[in-house]
């Protein structure tokens, strides 16, 4: 993941983005919280707390705020709490634009935030809207977007604790299903499934 002639801005914006589709997965998902998601041995409430830790440790890792750990008794407060000060942290492009030394090379905290854990905000809003039975679909353009990114990561995409290895599906899936099935995730899942 390294920085292209995107800016620090058009980053910024793409996981603000991203976060709008998660928050409104998590509005929709009525008391399902305890139910299981697509990922095994998660209930759609674990879904969540990943997507939190995650980001909250990322922060910590580069020696900025990680804001205080919310409260998961209410996932969507706790979302909203989460993604509030993750918004304020990369209001300031000096945060958002500054370089270090990631994974694949030199980036910005904004690339990151868009590029890794922006891409993990649609997959994983996949999960919860899959778990809690709503519809979910992204475009054939972003599905693409998705999938050079994932190009770019090769074998490490299936290393532990990131994604499963592919699931496949007929020649005439959809991007969405194409996506997710890439990312390890049969896209058939259905909740009781």
């Not at 800016?7 to 929709?28: P, Q, Y």
Request: glycine fraction near 8%; aromatic fraction near 10%.
């Amino acid at each position: 993941m390294t920085e292209t002639a995107t800016s620090t801005e058009d980053h910024v914006r793409s996981f603000i983005d991203r976060a709008d589709r998660f928050t409104a997965a998590l509005a929709a998902a009525g008391d399902a919280w305890d139910d299981p998601s697509p990922c095994e041995g998660w209930t759609v409430r674990d879904v969540v707390a990943h997507v939190i830790d995650t980001q909250r440790d990322f922060l910590d890792r580069q020696e900025l705020p990680a804001g205080g750990q919310p409260d998961l008794a209410d996932p969507v407060a706790a979302w909203r709490s989460h993604r509030a000060h993750v918004e304020e942290v990369l209001a300031s492009p000096d945060i958002a634009g500054l370089e270090y030394d990631g994974f694949f090379g030199r980036t910005t905290i904004g690339a990151t935030m868009a590029d890794f854990y922006g891409w993990d905000l649609v997959i994983h809003g996949w999960d919860v809207a899959r778990g809690t039975g709503q519809p979910w679909t992204i475009s054939d353009a972003e599905a693409e977007s998705l999938h050079a990114t994932a190009d770019g990561w090769g074998d490490a995409l299936y290393s532990e604790g990131i994604c499963r290895a592919p699931v496949q599906v007929p020649d005439d899936a959809s991007a969405t299903d194409r996506l997710v099935a890439r990312l390890g995730r049969d896209p058939y899942w259905q909740p009781g499934s």
